[in-house]
């Protein structure tokens, strides 16, 4: 089974500063993905950044970017020069390997406040 | 552009109701995804389909069933509606090719609510 836990239920950040959401996971799986999804106000789940375990670099996408530590079984992300409409939740998601495992195991979640 | 849509987008039901939530796809992908969404919960996985005429189930499926018939259809039924299955319900998918990153693209969600 996988597990993901992200500690942050909710976190403040200044705009054009960064921020750091935390993701911890667990799992048996050899190989693994690892998912960011950001949920606004409106509703939709946005795929933000992917991270595979045997990535040799961290993956980025834009402003965002993933501090991936396989040792400590954390995938951090890491929002650069906030803007306002990065206020949303933000989901940490792993996906395992073997056979057909295409499944998702969600974390409850980070809310995200990005003041003005 | 291909997308993945879900109807309806909200819908009012009473308990002991059957529903039916369609979700409809035209990425051509080979897995489809049934989401519930609750607060404090995160999103937990009712059903998915890995192709045509594959069904499996999630870690909440009690009180729901999915068929797949074709490639862009995994409509999700709720057999006798039950207030606890009052919910934000999403349907997602993804392309299906063995080692690739597979992410999962989601539908704009509908609203269930169970009186």
């Known amino acids: 089974a996988q597990k993901i836990t992200q500690t942050q239920p909710g976190m403040f950040v200044q705009e054009k500063e960064a921020v750091t959401l935390d993701c911890t996971y667990d799992t048996s799986d050899p190989s693994y993905g690892l998912f960011w999804y950001k949920q606004p106000s409106s509703g939709e789940m946005i795929f933000l950044i992917y991270?595979?375990?045997?990535?040799?670099q961290n993956a980025t996408e834009g402003r965002y970017s993933l501090n991936f530590q396989k040792a400590r079984k954390s995938a951090n992300l890491v929002i650069s020069a906030s803007q306002l409409g990065d206020s949303a939740m933000y989901f940490c998601?792993?996906?395992?390997?073997?056979?057909?495992?295409?499944?998702?195991?969600f974390g409850k979640g980070t809310l995200l406040t990005v003041n003005p | 552009d291909a997308e993945i849509t879900q109807s309806p987008r909200h819908k009012i039901t009473e308990t002991g109701r059957q529903v039916t939530l369609a979700c409809h796809q035209t990425w051509n992908h080979n897995n489809m995804f049934w989401y519930r969404q609750d607060l404090g919960h995160g999103l937990r996985l009712i059903h998915y389909s890995y192709g045509v005429q594959d069904t499996n189930k999630g870690e909440v499926s009690d009180g729901y069933s999915v068929s797949r018939s074709n490639t862009e259809d995994l409509p999700l039924t709720l057999e006798s509606a039950a207030s606890s299955q009052t919910s934000v319900y999403f349907c997602?998918?993804?392309?299906?090719?063995?080692?690739?990153?597979?992410?999962?693209?989601f539908g704009p969600g509908t609203r269930l609510l169970v009186l």
């Open positions: 991270q595979g375990s045997y990535d040799q």
């Open positions: 997602a998918s993804s392309v299906g090719l063995a080692g690739g990153q597979e992410t999962q693209y």
């Open positions: 998601a792993i996906r395992g390997s073997g056979g057909s495992n295409y499944k998702l195991t």
